[in-house]
């Protein structure tokens, strides 16, 4: 298999399965020096971490991870920092029930990679996915702790889910400071109890649905990014599509910016102290032309219902034997939930490659 590398310079190498021993990454290309040490990442794994509530998998996974390489520690540092090698980075399986899967062993599972996985390779690891398992997710929320410390603390990454399933957020009344307040990453208190709700009748249903992850980045300088092929915002919209689950993405207005005048979708520009621009608006979504403007980084991408479901859905086996197929198993009623934290580090690696490529080209 081959594309288990992104970034640049900043380079992510994800490895393992979802009922493997373990699975983990290897981060190349982060500078030396950097503070780094396993309780920095941990506070992010648990973030995404299984179990936390009846609204996501009940498989019981402590995610602890373990530093393999690439950080050092002596008298004359001040706590374990970065080498400037390979980082490398473990978190083993510890709650695997391989048994659940048995029954989907010649199934596919509409929705799913088992099907596509069968005709390009032959063979498949059908343990709760193997490699496309979401599971696949914690070393890159891993690596993406590492890209923080890259960024630094000027650059500030946050997530919240903003529409499950038909239920959008009201953007008059939120929030972030609650995010962490609630199970959902909800930024709108109000909508909380709606939520809660809607996905106990789904859950109980045997059936899953979708959301709407935002992801926002503040305090970048303006000039990130390549203006042909390396666009900031192309760059973005290809980590958030490779993310389990996610079907689409749309940068500040997004798709919204079609029923605009050119009036309206402009970001305004004044003026303003230091010498630096005032932007009216932020329609671009922090970024013009693939590079970053300054503002706020905006992207919102948009997470399937889960596929692994106990409702029967009409299929076919490995033989072309028409089936309906329930899958056993514990899985999320809203994947999109633990999205969040996913869809942080992603945008964390973009912007750490970013800013080493950007460094590396003009010496800032």
């Known amino acids: ?27 190349d290309g982060c500078p030396p020096g950097l503070p780094l040490d396993a309780a920095f990442i941990q506070q992010f794994l648990d973030k ?35 080498t400037g090698t390979p980082i490398s980075l473990m978190i083993e399986n510890t709650d695997q029930r391989s048994k659940d899967y048995r029954e989907i062993r010649d199934r596919y599972r509409p929705g799913h990679a088992d099907y596509t996985y069968d005709q390009k390779y032959g063979v498949r690891d059908y343990r709760g996915g193997g490699r496309s398992s979401a599971r696949e997710t914690a070393a890159r929320v891993a690596a993406g702790a590492v890209a923080r410390q890259v960024l630094g603390k000027d650059i500030q990454i946050r997530g919240a889910v903003v529409q499950i399933g038909p239920h959008a957020v ?45 992801i926002q980045a503040s305090g970048l300088p303006a000039g990130w990014g ?17 993310i389990n689950a996610a079907k689409g993405v749309e940068i500040g207005a997004g798709f919204a910016a ?36 300054g503002q706020p980084l905006v992207v919102r991408v948009a997470i399937k219902p889960t596929s692994s479901i106990l409702t029967p859905v009409e299929s076919i086996t490995r033989d072309g034997e028409e089936v309906d197929v329930r899958t056993i198993g514990r899985h999320d009623p809203c ?9 942080e580090a992603m945008m964390a690696c973009v912007l750490a490659d970013a800013k080493l490529r950007h460094r590396g080209q003009t010496g800032r």
């Open 335 to 343: 994947v999109g939930i633990r999205a969040v934290p996913v869809a």
């Open 1 to 27: 298999m081959s594309h288990n590398t992104f970034g640049h310079l900043f380079r992510v190498t994800t490895w393992g399965e979802s009922h493997g021993p373990a699975l983990g990454c290897v981060v």
């Open 170 to 214: 009201d953007r008059a009344r939120l929030d972030w400071s609650t995010t962490e307040s609630n199970p959902f990453w909800c930024p709108d208190p109000d909508m909380v109890p709606v939520w809660e709700e809607f996905l106990d009748t789904t859950r109980k249903a045997g059936s899953s649905t979708g959301a709407i992850v935002e």
């Open 226 to 242: 390549a203006p042909i092929y390396g666009k900031l915002d192309s760059e973005l919209a290809s980590a958030m599509m490779g």
């Open 258 to 293: 079609a029923a605009m005048s050119g009036e309206e979708n402009a970001d305004r520009m004044r003026m303003g102290e230091e010498g630096k621009p005032v932007f009216g608006a932020n329609n671009n979504g922090g970024v013009a032309g693939g590079l970053s403007t």
């Open 48 to 82: 995404r971490r299984p179990g936390t509530s009846r609204f996501v998998t009940q498989r019981q996974e402590p995610d602890q991870v373990k530093i393999l390489s690439g950080v050092f520690e002596d008298d004359r540092t001040d706590g374990p920092v970065t």
